[in-house]
């Protein structure tokens, strides 16, 4: 089993751009979620998904858009890059805890110019 | 919404002793408490979680304990070793099934 995976591992954008960070996992998970790690700080929810078809907002979900078309998948999308948006970003699943992070990928660092 | 502190910010320790973090937390219907170690450049690992119905939970050499009435648990960890060195961080689940997490502790075993 991969586990939780997380494409791609860094990126650096300009301000205005848009871009995808994949996740899949194979564990056959319902509950996934994306969260965000700024320096300092603990992990913050952004989206999170509870099956296939169904998303819903986290704390902070303003810019970011996700969608579940498959249990396996899902993608987070930057709409417009900002600076803010600049973070370690981590996609989690669980199978039975909930949709609490019980597994996560490796993170993706997006840089933001 | 929920809020949670966690102390201390960091921790250093002499390997084989025992090391304390402590979460206090603000939601008095917060009932599910995990916590995740977090090495340098790697994924957050769930590392244990305790639900309000339980006050103490343990495997192996660490062990969290919950205190409901004054809103604060902690993890401990026992004969601490090099590979204990990391951050930690516990969570509260808030109102909507979602968790808030703490700000992280620091841990350094010293050998």
């Known amino acids: 089993n991969a586990g939780v995976t997380q494409t791609p591992k860094f990126q650096v954008l300009k301000t205005g751009q848009s871009m995808t960070l994949q996740c899949a996992q194979d564990?056959?998970?319902?509950?996934m979620s994306w969260y965000r790690q700024d320096p300092g700080m603990g992990l913050r929810l952004i989206h999170y998904?509870?099956?296939?078809?169904?998303?819903d907002q986290g704390e902070v979900p303003n810019g970011y858009n996700v969608s579940r078309s498959t249990t396996e998948d899902f993608p987070l999308r930057l709409l417009s890059a900002a600076p803010s948006q600049t973070s370690v970003y981590f996609c989690?699943?669980?199978?039975?805890?909930?949709?609490?992070?019980?597994?996560f990928g490796d993170g993706t660092r997006l840089s933001i110019l | 919404g929920e809020n949670v502190e966690q102390h201390p910010s960091t921790l250093s320790v002499q390997e084989g002793d025992s090391a304390v973090i402590k979460c206090t937390y603000s939601d008095s219907a917060s009932n599910y408490f995990p916590w995740y170690k977090q090495e340098l450049g790697k994924r957050p690992q769930l590392i244990i979680d305790i639900r309000s119905n339980v006050g103490e939970k343990k495997d192996q050499r660490i062990a969290v304990t919950l205190n409901k009435t004054a809103k604060h648990f902690s993890l401990h960890i026992t004969e601490t070793q090099p590979e204990d060195s990391a951050v930690y961080f516990c969570a509260a689940e808030a109102a909507g099934n979602k968790l808030t997490f703490g700000g992280g502790t620091r841990v350094l075993v010293k050998p």
């Open positions: 989690a699943s669980s199978g039975d805890r909930g949709f609490q992070p019980q597994h």
């Open positions: 998904s509870v099956g296939a078809g169904i998303t």
């Open positions: 564990m056959n998970h319902e509950y």
